[in-house]
């Protein structure tokens, strides 16, 4: 298989799962990260650093993020969001995560695959990208690529997205977003 082959077979799955994203959905999460003082990421794996990207994004928007376990990590607040990405739903950690934030009053979104998830429980928010978890359920979008690496590379844009959509609405200077990035480099 030449490299012109797999790359069309991957950014055509990643056109269809970026457009079988509820628009609604992501307007409420829009909303949700714009109301909170902080917004607090959890996941596992490379969900995680699909994560760690966008909560660096949304601070060079200006937007105070955190990720979850990280050393200055801060107290999660009623004020707060945690945006929990897990396909399955089903993950040990992003649910404890989710379970603690709501006991203290935490706005909960969840962004994953699995719209049946144990993860419900503890969502205000959810956005589905319907794409193969490891748990193979109805109504999933097979991938011609390994594990979950379809569900990792669209939470990442999504993400992206979800930045570009903030800048525009709030009329921010591309430019004037330097003076979040980090200059210790």
């Not at 055509?12 to 079988?20: H, K, V």
């Not at 999460?29 to 607090?40: G, H, K, P, Q, Y």
């Not at 993020?65 to 897990?86: C, K, M």
């Not at 962004?111 to 319907?130: C, H, L, T």
Request: glycine share 8%; charged share 20%.
């Amino acid at each position: 298989m030449s490299y012109d082959d797999v790359q069309r077979r991957i950014t055509a799955e990643i056109e269809q799962m970026m457009t079988a994203i509820p628009a609604v959905d992501v307007e409420a999460l829009i909303a949700e990260i714009r109301r909170a003082d902080r917004v607090f990421f959890v996941g596992v794996g490379r969900v995680m650093l699909s994560l760690q990207a966008i909560a660096k994004r949304l601070a060079h928007l200006g937007i105070d993020t955190v990720v979850v376990g990280q050393i200055t990590e801060p107290a999660i607040s009623t004020a707060d969001l945690l945006i929990v990405g897990s396909g399955s739903g089903e993950s040990a950690v992003p649910l404890a995560i989710a379970r603690k934030a709501r006991q203290h009053g935490a706005r909960v979104a969840h962004i994953g695959s699995n719209p049946n998830s144990s993860m419900r429980e503890f969502a205000d928010v959810f956005v589905r990208i319907p794409v193969q978890t490891k748990l193979g359920l109805d109504g999933e979008v097979p991938s011609v690529q390994p594990m979950t690496s379809l569900f990792e590379q669209c939470l990442l844009l999504l993400g992206d997205c979800i930045a570009l959509m903030l800048i525009e609405r709030d009329g921010l200077d591309l430019h004037g977003l330097w003076r979040h990035h980090a200059n210790l480099e």
